[in-house]
């Protein structure tokens, strides 16, 4: 959110953990930012966020979000989103080979367990709330390693 802020965007993260919320608070307040945030469970009631955006960007969320709860997740997103605003996501693909590199459900060194997606079931995913406008497997420079993650870019309906 900070990234956004800083190039002159109305930015609001959102994140289900306090402690990363107090964390990016902290940080914004050290780069001299301001941006809102908010706790809150993606997967649940977000009626605390009123407005209505031109974006969302969710950058390696969906892979934490297993399947039975992915149509929840987009619901919410396609709430807070204005008729025609942009969803970005990037998550983990199954083609990784982060954490074992086979199976959709692969347990980190943290003990979490993570869902891998492809694009095929991805685009089934979005394609009812939105128009893909792109979808396609990158390589992505991490910290410790590449990342294999499926970029998806949608626009929401209209209807």
């Known amino acids: 959110m900070i990234y956004f802020a800083k190039n002159g965007f109305d930015a609001i993260g ?3 953990s306090e402690n990363a919320i107090n964390m990016a608070r902290k940080s914004a307040l050290r780069a001299g930012i301001q941006c809102a945030f908010v706790v809150a469970d993606v997967l649940g ?9 031109d974006f969302v960007y969710d950058w390696e969320l969906l892979h934490h979000i297993f399947p039975d709860d992915r149509v929840r997740y987009i619901e919410n997103v396609c709430r807070l989103l204005k ?11 199954e083609k990784s080979k982060q954490f074992g590199g086979i199976g959709k459900y692969r347990k980190t060194p943290l003990g979490t367990v993570l869902y891998f997606s492809g694009e095929p079931e991805l ?3 979005l394609k009812n709330r939105f ?4 979808l396609k497997t990158v390589d992505i420079k991490g ?3 590449i990342h294999t993650a499926v970029y998806a870019l949608c626009r929401k309906k209209n209807g």
Do not use: N
């Open 14 to 16: 959102v994140d289900i």
């Open 45 to 53: 009631d977000i009626s605390e966020i009123h407005d209505e955006f």
């Open 83 to 93: 008729p025609g605003g942009h969803y970005l996501s990037v998550s983990f693909s």
């Open 123 to 125: 685009e089934r995913l």
């Open 131 to 134: 128009v893909v406008e792109e």
């Open 143 to 145: 910290k410790h390693a």
